[in-house]
C-alpha cells in the first residue's frame, strides 16, 4: 500500500525557516516523482515543488516560492524533504506531499497518492 506521511510544521515565526519531511512507503521512491502542495485558508491547492527521482532528481519551483524553498530526496530513507527560508505570513498553510510514477509537476491532477498533511503556522 503507497503511503505518504508529513511532519515538520508548526508554529514559525517570520523570517524563520523549517524542514518539512515527507517519509513514504509501499513503493521504490527512485521511480517516482514527489510534489509538495499547500492549501491556505480559503484557497484551492496549489503545487510548491517537486522532484522526479526517476529523471536524476530534477527539481520545479512554483515562482512564488522560488529562491526560498529547496526539495530534496534521500531515497535511502524513503523520504522527500522541503526546506522553507524567510516564512512569511503568506506561507501559512497546510502542506501536503504527493506521489506520481507519471514524471512530475505543479498541478494536482499529475498525483495519484497523497498524504494527510501538515500544518505551517505562522503569526502575523
Known amino acids: 500500500e503507497v503511503q505518504l506521511v508529513e511532519s515538520g510544521g508548526g508554529l514559525v515565526q517570520t523570517g524563520g525557516s523549517l524542514r518539512l519531511s515527507c517519509v513514504t512507503s509501499g513503493f521504490i521512491l527512485a521511480d517516482y516523482g514527489i510534489g509538495w502542495f499547500r492549501r491556505a485558508p480559503g484557497k484551492e491547492r496549489e503545487g510548491v515543488s517537486c522532484i522526479s527521482n526517476s529523471l536524476g532528481g530534477e527539481t520545479l519551483y512554483a515562482d512564488s516560492v522560488k529562491g526560498r524553498f529547496t526539495v530534496s530526496s534521500d531515497n535511502n530513507k524513503n523520504t522527500v524533504y522541503l526546506k522553507i527560508n524567510t516564512v512569511n505570513p503568506e506561507d501559512r498553510a497546510v502542506y501536503y506531499c504527493?506521489?506520481?510514477?507519471?514524471?512530475?509537476?505543479?498541478?494536482?491532477?499529475?498525483?495519484?497518492?497523497w498524504g494527510e498533511g501538515t500544518q505551517l503556522t505562522v503569526p502575523s
Open positions: 504527493a506521489a506520481t510514477r507519471a514524471g512530475w509537476g505543479l498541478e494536482t491532477w499529475q498525483y495519484d497518492h
